[in-house]
Nanobody, 128 residues
Framework: QVQLVESGGGLVQPGGSLRLSCAAS????????MGWFRQAPGKDREFVAA????????TYADSVKGRFTISRDNAKNAVYLQMNSLKPEDTAVYYC?????????????????????WGQGTQVTVSS
């Protein structure tokens, strides 16, 4: 059974930092794109960042570009999201996602429809 488990969420003040982790089990995702999405109360789930299977391709939502960094460790079957300069509008539940189909070493999908596996989410709250 495939599982994605996020961790690292919490309460942080504006301007602070958090590092989210997503540990995958049940199959290896070293040949697959992975991504992060978020959903704020009353809003649709939105794309945050994606990373290609090789780790060489990365793409970000405009709202987080320059503040967030996605990375992965294929040896640990894990993906990470370093979040700096956090703002109150970053408050949301953050979800890790994985695509089960190998498309290419540089493939970085931004659409939630592409992803096949999802974690349960971790809450990030940015507030003073």
């Amino acid at each position: 059974q495939v599982q994605l488990v996020e961790s690292g969420g919490g309460l942080v003040q504006p301007g602070g930092s958090l590092r989210l982790s997503c540990a995958a089990s049940g199959r290896t995702f070293s040949s697959n794109a992975m991504g992060w999405f978020r959903q704020a109360p009353g809003k649709d789930r939105e794309f945050v960042a994606a990373i290609s299977s090789s780790g060489g391709g990365k793409t970000y939502a405009d709202s987080v570009k320059g503040r967030f960094t996605i990375s992965r460790d294929n040896a640990k079957n894990a993906v990470y999201l370093q979040m700096n300069s956090l703002k109150p509008e970053d408050t949301a539940v953050y979800y890790c996602a994985a695509d089960k189909t190998y498309v290419g070493a540089w493939y970085t999908p931004r659409s939630a429809d592409v992803y096949d596996y999802w974690g349960q989410g971790t809450q990030v709250t940015v507030s003073s």
